[in-house]
């Protein structure tokens, strides 16, 4: 493969030294954020951040949601648990009561 010079894709007289990861365009030193261990342009952040927002909103909901419905069942797993124990034991003849 022949390596063809690439220019920004802002800067029309500067060399490319990457690759947006999200938006694909080339872009030089100064447009290139580097996160997370890869190329973003600026444009590329804020899509990413605009992703990353909107998964952050969806998510709220079911750990929200789970951890009400835990507390709220607590009690009646303990409940189970105890009467489960105590047919246990009273079937194997530990119970006195
Ligand atoms: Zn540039």
Redesign the pocket.
């Known amino acids: 493969m022949a390596l063809k010079k690439t220019y920004?894709?802002?800067?029309a007289d500067?060399p490319?030294i990457g690759v947006c990861v999200i938006t694909g365009q080339a872009?030089?030193?100064?447009?290139?954020t580097r996160y997370e261990g890869v190329n973003y342009?600026h444009e590329g952040l804020r899509i990413l951040q605009a992703r990353r927002n909107a998964r952050n909103t969806i998510r709220w909901w079911p750990d929200r949601t789970v951890l009400i419905a835990g507390i709220l069942l607590t009690p009646l797993w303990m409940i189970l648990i105890y009467f489960g124990l105590q047919t246990l034991m009273f079937s194997m003849g530990l119970w006195s009561g």
Do not use: L
């Not at 872009?27 to 290139?32: A, D, F, L, M």
């Open positions: 920004c894709h802002n800067h500067r490319a872009i030089c030193e100064e447009c290139s342009s």
